[in-house]
């Protein structure tokens, strides 16, 4: 885990500002999965799969909020209790010189020392007394003051156990996404660079990339008269890719404001672009569209892995909440991001299950150029600029998401006795190739980018997305009643989740094991057959 001390927020910025940012974090790869996955399940299936899995994305997500406030409110009040407690030792060491030097006095006839003694005995608890001084006036103990991240939260909630697992759950999380991201880039750089194309002399229609795409096999050239097949060309640019960033996770840099402008202007260009292609296609007659199921519910829990990772954020959210401004409008920022965000899903899900007959697992392949199908030149820019998308965005994103694996890494290994005593150019060297080769390791061993989408996101995803903010939760409340009982005072929580009642979290966990379990016997069921 990559902790630090206590940060106070960063510079604050608007409600609006703030929604703009957790929205860009949220709309990203997983949603390049989703028309695959509506296409399996059936759009009736996939969009209430869909909305359920935003609803508890929401309630999780709210969770995390109020567990950084309640977290910032338990470190408030035991750093009062430890300074009062310094200053009445303080004290006592006072009195004790006083009395020293006045032994042989009698003492003082005024009652006011009397009542003064009184009072302090047996009437306050003297570990805790003023502890709660300063506390109260402003604002309130529980606040988002401090920028605590999930691996701070664990600290003051979790024991030995539950720090571990949650570094690992990070790791996992993010060894998958470099899996998926070196799958998406060396996926789109094949299948737009190879030209090889077995039906280009016997088609003429507008509909022969689709049916190429779906037809072209793993075994089949890249290039006509090349002994260098699919599967080759494939393995070549993870290969290059590999070479080209990852020597990036051996330096620290960070994700700069004009890099994150251009991600972002690039992102949802291609999203408006692919949507608007989607339609025209729609409404193209001539066109062969898509006609897909209602419901296959065999093929649901892709649908499950795919939306917990299209929802992904919880892991960035004491980043994204500490600026904002106004912290009352947390809850409704989020409330209309997911709104938005499953409405955006479902515009382009169902645009691309309805406008194309097949979807491939990388949505942006649909729209692979066609060398033979003479298009217009605005619509070649456009068809290349969307295939290579994946390529623009994910290689930004790539290295520094490859040095928090590093430092993730490092932290948790380092904690073992046995490799603590690491020399300096070891871990500079081990840990950033342990964390840029397995991921390329398991691009080489399969290119499905379903799979891991689904992996990802049931697995990992479903442990930081589910799991984790029930656990925090669940502790920070019984942390915050117990400091109320110990105090005798009562501890408001301002951030505190509307979804307060203790079913809530059951209701998540019991969710989060089923769909869990669908998808692990899915995969057992597909190995079988």
Known sequence: MVGGGDKLAPATFSAGTAAIYIFNLIVGTGALALPNAFAQAGWGLGTGLLVVLAVFSYITASWVVESMAACNGIKNIEQSINSHKIDEDMNDQDEEDKTSRNFFEEPDDDDSAYLVKTDLTGQVNVATYGATEGITAGQPVCNLARQLELAEMADILFNNVGRVCLSLCMVAYLFGDLAIYCTAVAKSLRDVSCTYNPMSKNSSTSNSSITNSS????????????????????????????????????????????????????????FITMVTLSIMRILDTSATHGNPPIANFSTAPTVFGVSVYAFMCHHSIPSLVSPIKNKSSVATIFATDYILIALFYLILAFTGIFAFPVVPDLYTLVFKPDQGAGSSLPMEIADYFLALFPVFTLSTNFPIIAITLKKNLETIITNIPFFSTMSPMSRKLVFPLVAIVIPALVALGTEDLGILVTITGAYAGAGIQYVIPCCLVFLARKRLNKLETDLNMTLHNPLASAFKHSGFVILVLSWSVLAVGLVTANFIIKAVK
Do not use: E, H
């Not at 072209?216 to 290969?239: F, H």
């Open 215 to 270: 037809t072209l096999q793993l075994s089949d050239p890249c290039w006509d008269g090349t002994p260098l097949t699919r599967s080759d060309a494939y393995r070549m640019y993870v290969a290059v890719f590999l070479l080209l960033l990852g020597p990036f996770a051996f330096f620290n840099v960070s994700k700069t404001k004009y890099l994150q402008i251009f991600t972002t202007a690039m992102r949802w260009t291609a």
